[in-house]
C-alpha cells in the first residue's frame, strides 16, 4: 500500500517553462488537494477535487491547472513557471464520507524556478 | 473564513521539560481542528483532531490537546519531551467533510539534550 506518491520529488525550471507534478493514491479516497509550503506561511490550498471529474480553486490558484480524470490521479500543471512559484508542493487525499478531514499526504516535490 | 494563528514561530525546549505549543483559531462555524507534525524532508502526518466529540483529544506519541471554545484555542502539550519530537507542527482548522483545511504557519519545535 503506497499511500500517496508524488513525482518529481526535485525540479528545476526556468522562467516560462511548463511542467507537471504528478500525484497518484491507491486508496480509492474520494478526496485530493494541492497545498504548497512556504516558510512562515504554513499550508496554502492549490485546488482541490471532490472525485473524479470535479475540481475547484483554492486560495491561491493562479498560475496553476489540475484535472481530475480518475480517483486515482491528480496531476498539477504550471503553465508558465514564475520565481514565486518555488516552493515545496504536497499532494493529499482524504476520505469523503467518513474521514473526517483526515489527510494523507505525499513526500513532497520541491521546485524552484530561476 | 476560517484561519489559525500559531503563537511562536520556534519554541525550546529541554529532554524530558513541558511541551506546549499554542494554537487559537476563528471560525464561523463549529470547527474541525487537526495537530500535524513533519518532520525534516518528509510529509504531514496526524497528531490527532478534535471533530466536537471530547474536548481533551489524546493523540499518538503521547501529544493531547484541548479544545477551549470560550478561549478559541487548542493547543498542544506533551509531558515530556524527547529528541525525537524535534519537528515542526502545524494546527489546521477545516468543515465537517473535504480536504479544505486552513493551516497556521507552523511551529519548530527544538528539544535540547
Known amino acids: 500500500n503506497a499511500g500517496v506518491t508524488q513525482t518529481p520529488k526535485f525540479q528545476v525550471l526556468k522562467t516560462g517553462q511548463s511542467m507537471t507534478l504528478q500525484c497518484a493514491q491507491d486508496m480509492n479516497h474520494e478526496y485530493m488537494s494541492w497545498y504548497r509550503q512556504d516558510p512562515g506561511m504554513g499550508l496554502r490550498l492549490i485546488h482541490y477535487?471532490?472525485?473524479?471529474?470535479?475540481?475547484d480553486q483554492g486560495e491561491v490558484p493562479n498560475g496553476y491547472n489540475v484535472s481530475r480524470s480518475t480517483t486515482e490521479d491528480f496531476p498539477l500543471r504550471l503553465l508558465s513557471a514564475a520565481p514565486s512559484q518555488t516552493s515545496v508542493y504536497f499532494c493529499?487525499?482524504?476520505?469523503?464520507?467518513?474521514?473526517?478531514?483526515?489527510?494523507?499526504f505525499g513526500a513532497g516535490s520541491r521546485l524552484t524556478v530561476l | 473564513a476560517q484561519s489559525v494563528t500559531q503563537l511562536g514561530s520556534h519554541v525550546s525546549v529541554s529532554e524530558g521539560a513541558l511541551v506546549l505549543l499554542r494554537c487559537n483559531y476563528s471560525s464561523s462555524v463549529p470547527p474541525y481542528l487537526f495537530w500535524y507534525v513533519q518532520y525534516p524532508n518528509q510529509g504531514l502526518q496526524l497528531l490527532l483532531k478534535y471533530t466536537s466529540a471530547a474536548t481533551l483529544v489524546k493523540g499518538i506519541n503521547g501529544f493531547e490537546a484541548e479544545f477551549k471554545k470560550s478561549e478559541t484555542s487548542f493547543h498542544l502539550t506533551k509531558p515530556s519531551a524527547h529528541m525525537s519530537d524535534a519537528a515542526e507542527y502545524f494546527c489546521?482548522?477545516?468543515?465537517?467533510?473535504?480536504?479544505?483545511?486552513?493551516f497556521g504557519a507552523g511551529t519548530i519545535l527544538r528539544v535540547k539534550s
Open positions: 489546521a482548522v477545516g468543515p465537517p467533510r473535504g480536504n479544505k483545511l486552513v
Open positions: 493529499a487525499s482524504s476520505h469523503g464520507v467518513s474521514g473526517a478531514n483526515v489527510l494523507t
Open positions: 477535487s471532490v472525485g473524479a471529474g470535479i475540481t
